[in-house]
């Protein structure tokens, strides 16, 4: 097996169980190898040994590839040692050995018949990636994407994946949360409450048409792909990814997200953009609120991580509905992460 060597090119906290590593050739100018969504690298880990991660982007041409890994707990209350290395010991410089990418689950040459996709977790990892390999590939093709995780503190990708939905166009999208926070909204931010099981699936009256792919945590995995067979799908139909034994009790999840009760509409000027609106709870963020009238308002992580959406508050005063790690500089605040408390200008 072929290893080459990567540099650490950036490391994104995307909420705070979830980070994405960035990876660029150390090798000059090579370029790197185009893959398949849903493929992985498989990495030498010092100390660890080999591990695996699914590559969750997707591009024809790549120029850094990414992986995304969730903070898992093993037994003994410490977190998983890949994860581990990833969170705390890599650094952006370093430098790192894989082989890949590889794998068999990935969309076909010829998509024939309509896709479904089943995930839970981690699964969210290879979903994003192929559904970014449709937006490229085949825009108009039909697909049904399930997606099942805790809360929108686990959701790691939810920016990037909704970012999708306009490129394609006869995708449906259905998202269970299993334990939703407060501020998770029901039929916006997910759609379901529980986890995906049988009962879900047979409601869908999904078609032994469809081609079927699965991934996530290993038992997900297994009961997902039972359920599916139960429902008289083909075997040869499914086509199944575990990504390992851990499943979503054992992620460190967020429970520092704040909800602020009686909120009331409030007036917001967006200065710059000339535009107004009135805020009303069911908008969400101030972010939110922004992109429903048509700004553009920078962002990468949307969970109050990057600082990309702060803006500076002209008057009025603001409510975190999260705890953020991002400092914005005095005077702005975190477009993702706060609700008006009364009216508001803001300078964009």
Known sequence: MAYRTYRVARKVEETPNTISIYLSPSDGDLPLQPFRAGQHLVFRIPGVGERAYVLSAFSVKPKTYRITVKHAVTNDG???????????????????????????????????????????????????????????????????????????????????????????????????????????????????????????????????????????????????????????????????????????????????????????????????SGMSAIWRPEHGSLLELAESLGLTAAFSCRTGMCGKCAQRIVSGDVANIREIHARPKQGHQLMCSNVPLSDMEIDL
């Open 78 to 272: 410490t977190t998983g040692h890949g994860a581990q290395f990833w969170r705390a010991e890599a650094t952006n410089g370093d430098l790192v050995e894989a082989s890949g990418p590889t794998g068999s689950f990935h969309l076909p040459e010829k998509l024939e018949r309509p896709l479904v996709f089943v995930s839970a977790g981690v699964g969210e990892a290879p979903l994003t990636a192929i559904a970014e390999e449709l937006a490229v590939r085949a825009p108009r093709q039909k697909v049904c994407f399930l997606h099942s995780t805790i809360n929108g503190s686990t959701f790691a990708l939810k920016g990037k994946l909704g970012s999708l939905r306009a490129d394609l166009p006869n995708a449906t999208w259905q998202v269970w949360y299993d334990r939703p926070r407060p501020i998770d909204r029901k039929d916006k931010d997910y759609d379901h409450t529980g986890e995906i099981g049988r009962a879900d699936l047979e409601r869908l009256s999904l078609s032994n048409d469809s081609e079927f792919y699965v991934c996530g945590p290993d038992v997900f995995v297994a009961r997902a792909t039972g359920d599916l067979q139960r429902l008289g799908i083909a075997i040869d139909r499914i086509h199944a990814e575990p990504l390992g034994a851990e499943n979503d009790a054992s992620i460190e999840i967020d429970e520092t997200d704040k909800y602020t009760p009686q909120l009331e509409p409030r007036r917001v000027n967006f200065i710059r």
